[in-house]
């Protein structure tokens, strides 16, 4: 079945670190790609999405994210990470022209002052 | 705005007693979706709609039930709402990405069920 694997369950950084988080999917075809974020108490929001074209997508709060299919991978990326960022980080892979988002289990990222 | 709302956005009751959840969206968009949120397991889809009458079951349908009998609206309703269907609720509606053949998807506020 297909699925989308995050690597991580909690991450917890200092300030001003730099972060990685893991995502990848087990389909095979045609795919878009999202990271969802969502903080606490609240909805989820679109970081940042992935259709076709360029594989380093920039997304909103100094946020990117590489595609690279060889690895099935679409891993979230941030320099230098503040406190406001901490949250949880969904990954989500849609499949050709079908209409489901499939998520990952999600990370929660937790910022240290 | 392009809004998709629901309610309760937070409601606490008891096994078996039927309840229903609301979900509207102002965009006239045709596909709309119901996921279901807990810890450590992420989104897991419940139901999702196409268009006006036609539904069909996500991931997890099990006690859920769905209408689609207009576009605006996707009311998901449990008949006999169990402890394990407490969770966290989404409702969402997908939109065809400006310029391309992609989507995304939008997240109501959410709705917090505990059945006692």
């Known amino acids: 079945a297909q699925s989308v694997s995050q690597h991580n369950h909690h991450v917890i950084l200092s300030e001003a670190a730099s972060l990685e988080l893991g995502c990848n999917y087990s389909?095979?075809?045609?795919?878009?790609l999202f990271w969802y974020v969502q903080y606490p108490g609240q909805h989820l929001q679109l970081l940042l999405k992935?259709?076709?074209?360029?594989?380093l997508v920039k997304g909103i709060k100094g946020f990117e994210a590489e595609f690279i299919k060889s690895k099935f991978s679409f891993n979230l990326r941030k320099p230098s990470v503040q406190w406001s960022d901490t949250a949880e980080y969904f990954c989500a892979v849609k499949r050709g022209s079908q209409g489901n988002l499939i998520f990952g289990k999600g990370t929660k990222l937790s910022v240290k002052p | 705005e392009a809004q998709v709302t629901q309610n309760p956005r937070y409601l606490i009751t008891v096994t078996g007693k039927k309840l229903t959840v609301t979900c509207s969206q102002n965009?006239?968009?045709?596909?709309m979706s119901w996921y279901r949120q807990d810890p450590g397991l992420g989104l897991r889809q419940i139901y999702y709609s196409m268009n006006v009458e036609v539904t069909d079951k996500g991931d997890v349908p099990e006690g859920y039930k769905v209408s689609r009998k207009e576009k605006r609206n996707f009311p998901l309703i449990l008949e006999s709402p169990s402890p394990n269907q407490t969770s966290l609720y989404f409702c969402?509606?997908?939109?065809?990405?400006?310029?391309?053949?992609?989507?995304?998807?939008?997240f109501g506020p959410g709705t917090r069920l505990t059945v006692t």
């Open positions: 389909y095979g075809g045609t795919v878009n």
């Open positions: 969402a509606t997908i939109i065809r990405a400006s310029g391309g053949s992609s989507y995304e998807q939008y």
């Open positions: 965009m006239n968009h045709e596909y």
């Open positions: 992935y259709f076709s074209g360029d594989p």
